[in-house]
């Protein structure tokens, strides 16, 4: 045995790479750019701070049993060494021993238990909300649904497609900005609805320490509530497909006053929208508006130049439908495409934005029909 | 006891044939185990690279490399090569080489099978790789592949990954119906069972959860396919069916699955600790009923990885004390082993090396993983680096050093030569810086709020990304060193005792190094 | 291998106890089914119709909050409302609500509701003794129709429980049901004759035990 410990090597091969190893993450970390965070975030919602110091009840237990077993452990290989030349003891078992390393674990964990529980019934008791919201999840997109309110949109990403492709600078709120964020009231009790339109999401804000799967044809329950105003930024925790890294989620509490001002502008701004679905549109008015949703609802999996994935989603550029068979593309707009990804549009867009996104996608890419499809036209197919 | 080893003294045996179909045809439980370990290392490597993808492409914020859907491709595919091609047959192919020898049996006890069921295996694997080749890519819904996303919105290669994971799945479950024969029909008189040594006991457990939980998988797949072309709805809820439903059958056999990949690491640790301590290993029979009640408590937890799912409060409740108590027999395991340490006479040569590296890094998994457990917190946890931390602490560092440390312990009986042992030290603290490097910032990222299975991510956990990429590699390539280590001693070396290890015990130090290609056709006697 | 005897016995036990396995796999389906239906898991509720008992007793100084949601799926474009968006019901009480369905698409379509109630706790509670998801509705292309719900919340609703959502999401099956010739049929989904609609105008939601057991007899 002896032959095999001119291992020298072992110490100064470790203490070569520890040094490059400090050195490398010195360098990582003079470059940083953003705060460096390191644990879960307390947040602004009672059940986060139970969360958080049930967290980090059990974190220190753990590091309290790590610290005296590796202890144990270490001591043994320091001070147990062959290279001591110490004679090894001959104990092997201990029914005693056995015994009392079974139970004082079991009691700690009984320990752990308790609060553990007692958080627990406290994160499923949804009774008594003051604001009930929907959320459904989209492939890759939030639907949001005050249900007392009458309010109902749709939430997207932002950032543009420059910053995820390294083209332009990324901004702080990178891939954690939406274009409508889910607005809410500090201090009520908010319960949430949550269910799927495809495959399952799952809703997450840390801050609340809420997160659930949102299961197509199911509904489960949640709630919070949010003990400080604030812009809240969390992401989408289940994978669901492509863009599962690009839906985020960000929410906005207010206090009473400026949610009852936000409420009343939501209405305010309903009544607007369905007035122009009334007015005239031009076939520029229709392909800028057009581009806007083809950009939110489309480009993710036709792609922004029209030309789909080869194999997965077809191109929209040049092809028949977009080219020649007007009913059949606003059909397939409308309602969707059984047995593959396309959606049915027409329950998730309001006539304008159906009219300019087949509008668009009958004239962008040298698809150049000259056709103008109008909110009245989708009107009058979907019968209203 | 005598050697009775020299193979030209055994009557009507030969050895092995020349060329390729030595290894065609061959049943020889040395030859297959040594098949399967190559095949594991090949799909190591293979699983590795879709590995160093992943981390290129998150070195930075930003898509740099890969478009989205290629890299769920590629978590998906890491995660289904790394499970069932690289740790379960590197663990078959460690049963194949050492139980016979351990329990003293001639050979495995269907030898015909074992050819067969690693022969699986390469087309197997082909079938599954291929779909990446194929219109509209190859598996992108994960390794857990959650229905609907791997029905419905499946790309059409779905129905050769179900092919192939029933293929894997007859592989496993015919090694298993062999592992137990073998153990329990071919032990040498008077090994009696609680005479056996650990990795012989350790693999009769998972051969008996292999058994009862592949199957339910392969029932989970039919159920897709079935889902997918021939009109049922097992999953589909627009059909009376139910995505959770899944969830629930997958994490059934996923959760003994779990075990089924480091229950056999405990038998081999149990192995190189006494050995480089030079001192028996402590609680023997407390191990064993440890690892059968860790082995029954692994069918009553699946739904702690479904805590978000909606369970009722109550099953939430069950589901957590459930898996809280496996931290008890695994706590005592950790214990044993650290009793077998103290007041040892300790040397660290690479085995023991890996051995304590695994104990120390396995033990933090299971400290994340009973965090994990608490389901309150877990539902800040769940789905994030965090658990990506917590599986990899236990698989790579568990299950993967594990079978390094058992292919260093137990080389120079395979080749009859030692391993370069200074080059071996190197392998050992390049690995574990490499690890450490690369899974310990996934702690902070999740809980710093970063999603698993995402191609991009927010600027706050770009710094510890950018050091668990370079860990990654760090840790990738040294694997390398381990390609050149095997290699160098299968060719050549300093020659190996019979028992190379001072401290070692058991049938298999008995037989010569290398072992000869036919060993205890005279069963050995055990008093 | 002097003696194979021992692993034919190990091996057709093994053999057998994987087939067994296998077929466990799918017995898990059903266990499963009932174990949603004793604890409502998910929020599953039972898809046969709630076979009435006699002797409900109308609780008259309690009030739930019982709320429809109404979600189409993925490639289901059909508009899909309910009446109301939440009642105020004595357990006990036999209630109806209707639902209204529009086809707007080009070709005939068949649909499946699937519900869920949700706190899932109260899911057991929530009786239905007429739903329009116990069946599949086939529309023409424009066509539209009214849906019908009767249900009754159990008495025996735990008491922290105020409100019970009702969520119905509509599923598009044609692809995976051919499309039946109930075409002279359009609007009768169910067994309920379209002239006891006028019975219930959007006022009077809420009718009495006693009648319904009268508009029972009539089918």
Known sequence: ?384 | MNDMTQPELMHGHHGPARGITRWIYTTNHKDIGTLYLWFSFAMFLIGGCMALVIRSELFQPGLQLVQPEFFNQMTTMHGLIMVFGAVMPAFVGLANWMIPLMVGAPDMALPRMNNLSFWILPFAFAMLLSTLLMEGGGPNFGWTFYAPLSTTYAPPSVTFFIFSVHMMGISSIMGAINVIATILNMRAPGMTMMKMPLFVWTWLITAFLLIAVMPVLAGVITMMLMDIHFGTSFFDAGGGGDPVLFQHLFWFFGHPEVYIMILPAFGIISHIVPTFSRKRLFGYASMVYATASIALLSFVVWAHHMFTVGLPLAGELFFMYSTMLIAVPTGVKVFNWISTMFRGAISFETPMLFAIGFIVLFTIGGFSGLMLAISPADFQYHDTYFVVAHFHYVLVPGAVFSIIAGAYYWLPKWTGHMYDERLGQWHFWLSMVGVNLTFFPMHFIGLAGMPRRIPDYALQFADFNMIASIGGFLFGFSQLLFLYIVIKCVKGGQKAEDKPWEGAEGLEWQVASPAPYHTFAQPPRID | MKDQNPHKTTVSKLVLATLGMFLFGFLLVPLYDVFCDITGLNGKVSNTAYVEKEGFTIDPNRKVTVQFLTNTNANMNWLFEAEARSIQVHPGELTRVSFSVVNPSLKRMTAQAVPSVSPSEGAEYLLKTQCFCFEQQELNPGASQQMTLLFRVDPQLPDHISTLTLAYTLFDISSTRPVSSIAERPGTYSGFPAATDSLFTSQSLLISHAQTLRLAGGY
């Open chain 1, 1 to 384: 045995m002896d032959k095999l410990r001119d291992s020298g090597s072992g110490p100064r091969a470790q203490g070569l790479i520890l040094t490059t190893l400090f050195a490398s993450s010195a360098l990582v970390a003079s470059t940083a750019k953003a705060d460096w965070e390191l644990n879960m975030p307390v947040g602004v919602t009672e059940i986060s701070q139970s969360v958080y110091s049930l967290h980090m009840i059990i974190f220190w237990i753990c590091v309290v049993i790590a610290v005296i077993v590796f202890g144990v452990m270490f001591w043994s290989i320091f001070h147990h060494r062959k290279s001591k030349g110490v004679k090894p003891a001959s104990f092997h078992e201990s029914t005693t021993v056995e015994i009392i390393w079974t139970v004082i674990p079991l009691l700690i964990l009984v320990g752990m238990a308790v609060p553990a529980t007692a958080t627990l019934r406290q994160m499923y008791d949804t009774s008594d909300a003051e604001v009930d919201i929907q959320i459904t999840g989209y492939q890759w997109k939030w639907r949001y649904q005050y249900l007392n309110e009458e309010i109902d949109f749709f939430s997207n990403l932002t950032t543009p497609k420059e910053q995820i492709e390294n083209q332009a600078e990324k901004t702080d709120t990178y891939l954690l900005e939406v274009d409508n964020p889910l607005v809410l009231p500090v201090g009520k009790k908010v319960r949430f609805l949550l269910t799927s339109n495809d495959v399952i999401h799952s809703w997450w804000i840390p801050d609340f320490a809420v997160k659930k799967d949102a299961i197509p044809g199911f509904i489960n329950e949640a709630w919070t509530k949010i003990d400080k105003p604030g812009t809240y930024r969390g992401q989408c925790a289940e994978l669901c497909g492509k863009d599962h890294g690009f839906m985020p989620i960000v929410v906005v509490a207010m206090n009473d006053d400026d949610y009852a001002a936000w409420v009343a502008q939501q209405q305010t701004a309903k009544q607007a929208k369905a007035a122009s679905a009334e007015k005239e549109w031009t076939l520029a008015e229709l392909m800028t508006k057009g581009e806007q949703v083809y950009n939110t609802a489309c480009a993710a999996c036709h792609q922004a130049n029209g030309m789909g994935i080869p194999g997965a989603f077809p191109a929209l550029k040049g092809s028949p439908m977009a080219t020649q068979d007007k009913a059949g593309h606003i059909n397939i707009v409308l309602n969707g495409k059984a047995g593959t990804a396309m959606a049915a549009y027409g329950s998730q867009f309001d006539a304008v934005d159906l009219a300019a996104v087949i509008t668009y996608e009958r004239n962008a890419w040298g698809n150049d029909t000259g056709e103008i499809v109008t909110p009245q036209d989708i009107k009058q197919i979907q019968g209203q």
